[in-house]
């Protein structure tokens, strides 16, 4: 079965120092795979796809598929990033979000 | 347009009682999800619509769920006979058909059954 698994809740670190946030996928398909961010009080969004190979307010994401990860990361870590993040694989384009539990980044002053 | 538009925003029920939510899509927007989401869970799957017809449901939407978009456009979930293992946060999303993939999320609507 397809699954997307969050290793950590919580992720707690220093402003400043690097973050880097698990994701592992089973799929035996070809994945498109996200990571969305929901900040306090706000809505669930998107904050990068794997296929735009872009960086997002910092953060990078790349897909190994031999690691079948998707690991997040960013050098600096700043207060605002304090979210709940949420990896996220799709199947077929356009269709349902399979979502792993979250975690919880907490960055500290 | 706003975003995606979920109404009502909270709702309390006692169990047994039947529970309507409305969801209003991004107006361009063909496709709407439906995902449940509980205490320190990822949002899970329920259902999805590509304008009027429903794709897929997922295997835990009970015969006591039903989910319909008749024009296209809003979607309303319906629960029958609520029980207390509804209890959640109920997110609607929506897309276009054959885009990158990203759906848009509405704010949820938390219900509590008592």
């Known amino acids: 079965a397809q699954r997307v698994t969050q290793p950590e809740k919580l992720l707690s670190v220093f402003k400043g120092a690097p973050v880097e946030l698990k994701c592992n996928y089973s799929?035996?398909?070809?994945?498109?795979l996200f990571w969305y961010v929901q900040y306090s009080r706000q809505r669930l969004q998107l904050l990068l796809r794997?296929?735009s190979r872009e960086s997002i307010k910092g953060f990078t994401a790349d897909l190994n598929k031999g690691e079948t990860s998707f690991h997040l990361k960013k050098p600096f870590a700043q207060e605002e990033d304090s979210a709940m993040y949420y990896c996220?694989?799709?199947?077929?384009?356009?269709?349902?979000?399979?979502f792993g539990q979250g975690t919880e980044l907490s960055v500290k002053p | 347009d706003t975003g995606v538009s979920q109404d009502p925003r909270h709702k309390i029920t006692k169990r047994g009682q039947n529970v309507t939510f409305r969801c209003d899509p991004i107006?361009?927007?063909?496709?709407l999800y439906w995902y449940r989401q509980t205490l320190g869970q990822g949002p899970e799957f329920l259902t999805y619509?590509?304008?009027?017809?429903?794709?897929?449901k997922s295997r835990l939407l009970s015969d006591r769920f039903s989910a319909e978009r008749p024009k296209g456009s809003f979607s309303t979930l319906e629960i029958q006979r609520t029980e207390q293992g509804d209890s959640a946060m109920y997110l609607c999303?929506?897309?276009?058909?054959?885009?990158?993939?990203?759906?848009?999320f509405g704010p949820g609507t938390r219900l509590t059954v008592t």
């Open positions: 999303a929506s897309s276009l058909a054959g885009g990158k993939g990203e759906q848009y």
């Open positions: 799929y035996s398909g070809s994945p498109e």
């Open positions: 794997h296929i």
């Open positions: 996220a694989l799709i199947l077929n384009q356009g269709g349902k979000l399979i």
């Open positions: 107006s361009e927007h063909n496709r």
């Open positions: 619509f590509q304008n009027e017809a429903q794709l897929e």
